[in-house]
């Protein structure tokens, strides 16, 4: 991936902030995912007053990505800060949200996360879920 690639992936997700719905929390969050056709689909955080149903923006991304045939994502970039603010400080995805990605991607993966509107750091999935689950791991009961 280029580095224009990875500038282009974070602004995407700096973007999606905007469409955040988080009345409860007040965190915006946005977050894009780049598919093997290179195409780049988009997420936000979405909360619900049944506090347990809301959904990062990371899965709102994957899964958008998935609606589209896109089942092999290559990166992924997030940005979070205060609602209405610009971006802060580092938003690495949540436990749930590293399993969502590691069903769609290997673990070489690459997370983007914005620091502020114009800085991010660079990790991969594999260094923020080690020794996952997947679906290697359930080959042989599909095999019986
Ligand atoms: N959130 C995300 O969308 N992604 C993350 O990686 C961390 C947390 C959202 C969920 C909730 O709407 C708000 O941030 C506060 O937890």
Redesign the pocket.
């Given at each position: 991936m280029t580095r224009q690639e990875k500038e282009r992936l974070v602004q995407a997700a700096r973007e999606a902030r905007s469409r955040c719905y988080?009345p409860y929390?007040h965190?915006a969050?946005g977050?894009a995912v780049q598919g093997e056709s290179g195409n780049i689909y988009t997420g936000c955080?979405i909360?619900c007053a049944s506090f347990s149903a809301?959904c990062?923006?990371?899965r709102v991304a994957v899964y958008h990505a998935v609606m589209a045939g896109e089942k092999c994502l290559s990166a992924v970039a997030?940005a979070?800060g205060a609602q209405g603010d610009p971006v802060r400080g580092r938003?690495?995805?949540?436990g749930i949200?590293r399993q969502v990605l590691s069903e769609f991607a290997a673990s070489d993966m690459t997370v983007l996360m914005a620091v502020s509107e114009d800085a991010y750091e660079e990790v991969s999935l594999g260094s923020l879920l080690p020794m996952s689950f997947g679906p290697k791991d359930l080959q042989d009961t599909n095999d019986m």
């Open positions: 988080a929390s965190f969050v977050a955080n909360e809301t990062c923006a990371e997030v979070g938003t690495a995805p949540c949200c």
